[in-house]
């Protein structure tokens, strides 16, 4: 078990320029969540899939943001034309399924994005 | 909604002093109560948890008691360490569709020698 990994761990980019972070969960974790957070602030939820079913996106993903998990293991966030407030840690997170009370979340490392 | 609020930092103490950290919580159901550590420029790291009224969470020397009369869950350290330089977040996490976990804002903790 390797733990949840994240791929590119930083990421600098201009203004306007796409960009793109992928998410490995632990395996046989069906639930995969992405957060983000920035500096001096606490987590916040983006977005949530049940094997490859996104069931819950927070109104902070706009419409310049898409997630995926074509085949519910890997997930990827895409971020279109970035904006300065996008510059963030974008950490991605996996747990079981319910029927654990206190089924812990782990989270990979993060994926720092500053925009320039 | 559901909500943490955690004590304000920065919390500066010298090495072997008692941490105290509080934290709040406000939540519609019954929620699993967690503390996550991060330290400089890495991910959250589970530190210990509860998922019910009255359990103790502990790991590490840290500890953490569920009071669902107070909707607290305080974080405790009797003698802390220049290792446990740090930000400590509380969380809250109810039992959904989702189950998402709710962050509070954090707290950096800074341990003099």
């Known amino acids: 078990d390797t733990g949840v990994s994240q791929d590119p761990r930083h990421k600098i980019t201009k203004r306007g320029q796409n960009v793109t972070f992928r998410c490995d969960p632990i395996s046989e974790h069906n639930r995969l969540y992405w957060y983000r957070q920035t500096l001096g602030q606490g987590p916040e939820f983006l977005t949530y899939?049940?094997?490859?079913?996104?069931?819950?996106k927070s109104r902070l993903l706009s419409d310049r943001f898409s997630a995926e998990r074509p085949k519910g293991s890997f997930s990827t966030l895409e971020i279109q034309r970035t904006e300065q407030g996008d510059s963030a840690m974008y950490l991605c997170?996996?747990?079981?399924?319910?029927?654990?009370?206190?089924?812990?979340?782990?989270f990979g490392e993060g994926s720092w994005l500053t925009v320039v | 909604g559901d909500s943490v609020t955690q004590m304000e930092g920065p919390v500066t103490l010298s090495e072997e002093a008692f941490l105290t950290i509080n934290c709040t919580y406000t939540a519609t159901g019954y929620p699993s109560l967690f503390w996550y550590v991060q330290y400089p420029g890495e991910g959250l790291q589970l530190l210990l948890k509860?998922?019910?009224?009255?359990d103790k969470g502990s790991n590490k020397g840290f500890e953490a008691t569920y009071r669902k009369e107070t909707t607290s869950f305080h974080l405790e350290k009797g003698s802390v360490q220049v290792s446990d330089s740090a930000v400590y977040f509380c969380?809250?996490?109810?039992?959904?569709?989702?189950?998402?976990?709710?962050f509070g804002s954090g707290t950096r903790l800074s341990i003099r020698p």
């Open positions: 509860a998922t019910k009224a009255d």
């Open positions: 997170a996996s747990s079981p399924s319910s029927g654990v009370r206190g089924n812990t979340i782990y």
């Open positions: 969380a809250l996490r109810v039992e959904s569709s989702a189950s998402k976990i709710i």
């Open positions: 899939f049940q094997n490859e079913a996104q069931l819950e």
